[in-house]
């Protein structure tokens, strides 16, 4: 019994700390990490969260773009930032493709982070420049073999989902559409819109009002099911490519080792601000689909998508060092 009373006793020292610590949480202003320059949908979610979780919170909750290397400059800022809940970091499932692309990355997104929650995910659309004459996705991969080395893609920088789905697109096609990586999805998009580069795969946030307005041609969606944003736009499967599903989802993560009562504040925090009409409808409305998960089944998610993209992008032979 005294070894039991000891043991107790010394859990209970641990937790006091941490708990103390969550009960004055937050009483500074929090940062939030966005690896991407504004314009993409990590930087269009991230600001649309953080003013309804600064209100609850009662501190400022601050965007800071912090871009490079296809968003692994911010995340490893993030990554190694104090374990005090005063850090967060928004996060694609660039995050789970990456250990597979990279023999060695400055950080290791399942010791180095805390899942906080999952927040939306967004279907991406293949589009193209209306100067191409395709007009669904077997026009576009016809064009491609007819005519190797004609065509370039753009994306937001080497090892993002969108530059992920293009390669896996390529693959499933047997076509080899040239990869043009850029600095963030504002200027890969815009240059697409300029006709520099002929098509992309790029999130519905970014792409919808381009093609709502005739500067893109959506062709099909990346997700196994249509859009309810564009519900006349196919499936990439549907079309085509049987199968076809490259999703992109957006999580919240904190350094590893923020005390567990901080990480269910900031998650509840993100569900509560994920429930606001005003976040919500403006979220829907540029094609978001609000997927909220907290920690715990955040965690299983990423680590099934862990084994998920090893295995596939082995299959490809795709790797970036």
């Not at 991406?124 to 420049?129: F, I, N, T």
């Not at 815009?190 to 062709?219: C, N, P, W, Y």
């Not at 590893?256 to 403006?282: H, Q, Y």
Request: aromatic fraction near 6%; proline fraction near 9%; charged fraction near 15%.
């Amino acid at each position: 019994m005294k070894t039991i009373a000891a043991l107790l006793a010394a859990a209970c020292a641990v937790l006091a700390p941490a708990q103390s610590l969550a009960q004055k949480f937050p009483e500074k202003p929090i940062r939030f990490i966005v690896p991407f320059p504004p314009g993409g949908g990590n930087d269009i979610l991230a600001r649309l969260l953080a003013p309804k979780m600064g209100e609850s919170l009662g501190q400022p909750v601050v965007i800071d773009n912090r871009a490079g290397a296809g968003g692994n400059i911010g995340t490893d800022l993030a990554a190694k930032s104090p374990p005090d809940g005063y850090t967060i970091v928004i996060a694609s499932n660039q995050v789970t493709m990456n250990p597979a692309l990279y023999a060695k990355l400055p950080f290791d997104i399942e010791k180095d982070f805390a899942p906080v929650a999952l927040a939306a995910s967004v279907p991406m659309v293949l589009a193209v420049h209306p100067s191409v004459p395709a007009n669904n996705v077997r026009d576009l991969i016809a064009l491609a073999k007819a005519n190797p080395g004609k065509y370039n893609h753009s994306t937001p920088g080497a090892g993002t989902p969108q530059h992920i789905a293009f390669e896996v697109f390529n693959h499933a096609a047997g076509i080899n559409i040239t990869h043009v990586p850029y600095k963030g999805t504002g200027p890969a998009i815009a240059d697409l819109i300029a006709g520099q580069v002929q098509t992309a795969f790029g999130t519905m946030a970014s792409l919808e009002q381009h093609v709502k307005a005739g500067k893109l041609r959506a062709l099909a969606v990346a997700t196994p099911k249509r859009s309810l944003a564009m519900p006349n736009v196919p499936t990439v499967a549907e079309s085509a490519l049987a199968g076809f599903d490259v999703s992109l989802w957006y999580s919240i993560l904190a350094p590893a080792g923020t005390p567990a009562p901080i990480l269910a504040r900031l998650s509840a925090e993100v569900s509560k601000a994920l429930a606001a009409p005003e976040v919500r409808d403006r979220l829907v409305s540029q094609g978001f689909e609000i997927s909220y998960l907290p920690p715990e089944q955040m965690n299983a998610l990423m680590k099934g998508d862990i084994a998920r993209w090893g295995k596939a992008l082995r299959e490809i032979g795709l790797k970036l060092d």
